[in-house]
């Protein structure tokens, strides 16, 4: 099973690259999907996020502004955060990509925004990488309610620049020309991809954990 990483920088097009992904067949992880399930009302995150940020669960509902506020800008509390929901991502991660390779899925894509940034190109045999041009990112995000330069310019302080993400990838996929060309790119990229063989490095750790299981597995 080869299994591909799908990011790029705020308002670059991504989640447009990942329905279309869908579409095409090809089973898709969401990262930030994962992440606002284990926030929701009963989320599995809730109980820790309100013992490192008291007050900001409400009657089992997370408060996301006010969340928010207190990370925004603070580093430490942006990692208290990151290690209380990433093992949690995870662990989802996990069972979607057994849940895929049970299934007998030649390839699936993982959505996930910060891949760079939390070196999960390491967990991948592939990277898509989906880029515009700045002018079009800048004019996407402002248009986004409650969206200010201030907090766009923040945001991409956190990450790694488009430049870099796009010299890293394995492809890069346009998305400032028209949903029909991302479109074409992206079919172009999977027919690519599906004729190719998965565990590309098998002195990968990760990879090597994640084939353990899926053998035992399938013993039972």
């Known amino acids: 099973m080869v299994i591909v990483g799908l990011t790029g920088s705020i308002g670059m097009g991504k989640s447009t690259a990942a329905k279309m992904l869908r579409e095409m067949g090809v089973p898709v992880y969401d990262a930030d999907a994962a992440v606002h399930a284990l926030q929701a009302p009963?989320?599995?995150?809730?109980?820790?996020?309100?013992?490192?940020?008291?007050?900001v669960v409400k009657a089992g509902v997370l408060d996301r502004q006010a969340l928010g506020a207190r990370v925004f800008g603070n580093k430490e509390a942006l990692r208290r955060l990151e290690a209380i929901v990433h093992p949690l991502v995870h662990r989802m991660q996990r069972a979607f990509l057994r849940r895929a390779a049970l299934a007998g899925e030649k390839l699936v894509v993982l959505d996930i925004p910060l891949l760079f940034e939390g070196m999960g190109e390491r967990r991948v045999d592939a990277t898509l990488v989906v880029s515009a041009p700045a002018f079009l990112q800048r004019r996407?995000?402002?248009?986004?309610?409650?969206m200010t330069v201030e907090k766009f310019e923040g945001i991409l302080r956190q990450q790694v620049p488009d430049a870099l993400k796009r010299r890293k990838a394995s492809i890069?996929?346009?998305?400032?020309?028209?949903?029909?060309?991302?479109?074409?790119?992206?079919?172009?990229?999977?027919?690519?991809l599906r004729g190719l063989r998965g565990n590309f490095w098998p002195s990968n750790p990760w990879r090597e954990k994640f084939t353990a299981r899926l053998a035992r597995a399938r013993r039972k």
């Open 42 to 55: 009963g989320g599995a995150a809730l109980p820790g996020i309100e013992a490192a940020f008291p007050g």
């Open 140 to 146: 996407r995000v402002l248009a986004r309610p409650g």
């Open 172 to 192: 890069v996929i346009p998305t400032g020309m028209g949903l029909a060309t991302t479109r074409a790119a992206l079919g172009r990229a999977v027919a690519e």
